[in-house]
């Protein structure tokens, strides 16, 4: 004949039925809203949002831009995340640099203002994202080459409008750094561009 069971076994055999509705209370939320606070290193290969829906197929609404700048004496680029006119702000950004068609981050980036941060990937500060979830019409990060540079160089983004509305294929034009040697600085590069255009300028005033 089968023993009753206790009082004090049943709870025991409870336990894990109780404890499993407070984990799925603490990962769930992560995961359907995302990460409001831009530590998405998860996603560093992907670029994806983990926030339980697709990315909108269409066209993104969104562009990346950049401009050569010098930063302290080295040639970088400033590159610009910007909205379409008519369209909405955006919540989130993801921002790397990648060989076309590549992905592992390259290079390095600098934040300037309190809406990016750096996020490590492959190497310290490959990638730059949102600190909160308000909302953004543009932003703007510096980025710099390898010391050695290798690959010609695209700027991905995902961004974010909201939970269920975000693009991840936000390419910007390819800067050809492919064999271009060590890393110039940037005051000799733009002397030269200057001695460039005032000599086109010199052939064709007279």
């Known amino acids: 004949m089968p023993h009753p069971m206790s009082s004090r076994s049943v709870a025991k055999m409870d336990?894990?039925?109780?404890?499993?509705?407070?984990?799925?209370?603490?990962?769930?939320?992560?995961?359907?809203?995302?990460y409001p606070n831009g530590k998405v290193e998860i996603a560093c290969t992907t670029m994806m949002p983990l926030h339980g829906a697709d990315a909108d197929p269409s066209f993104p609404p969104y562009?990346?831009?950049?401009?050569?700048?010098?930063?302290t004496g080295i040639l970088g680029f400033r590159?610009?995340?910007?909205?379409?006119?008519?369209?909405?702000?955006?919540?989130?950004?993801f921002i790397q640099a990648r060989a076309p068609g590549g992905d592992t981050p390259q290079g390095t980036f600098v934040v300037l203002t309190s809406d990016a941060q750096n996020l490590s990937c492959t190497t310290p500060d490959s990638a730059v994202s949102h600190t909160s979830r308000s909302m953004k019409s543009n932003v703007s990060v510096i980025w710099l080459p390898p010391k050695k540079a290798s690959t010609d160089i695209?700027?991905?983004?995902?961004?974010?409008?909201?939970?269920?509305?975000?693009?991840?294929?936000?390419?910007?034009?390819i800067i050809p750094?492919?064999?271009?040697?060590?890393?110039?600085?940037a005051s000799s590069l733009i002397q030269l561009l200057l001695c460039s255009t005032a000599l086109f300028y010199?052939?064709?005033t007279f």
């Open 202 to 204: 010199g052939l064709f």
């Open 79 to 93: 590159v610009t995340l910007n909205k379409e006119p008519g369209t909405s702000d955006f919540k989130g950004f």
């Open 15 to 34: 336990l894990p039925v109780r404890i499993l509705p407070l984990l799925l209370l603490t990962f769930i939320p992560m995961h359907c809203n995302g």
């Open 177 to 185: 750094l492919a064999g271009a040697g060590p890393q110039h600085s």
């Open 154 to 173: 695209q700027f991905r983004a995902t961004v974010v409008q909201h939970t269920k509305m975000f693009w991840t294929n936000v390419l910007s034009d």
């Open 63 to 71: 562009s990346l831009s950049f401009s050569s700048v010098n930063h």
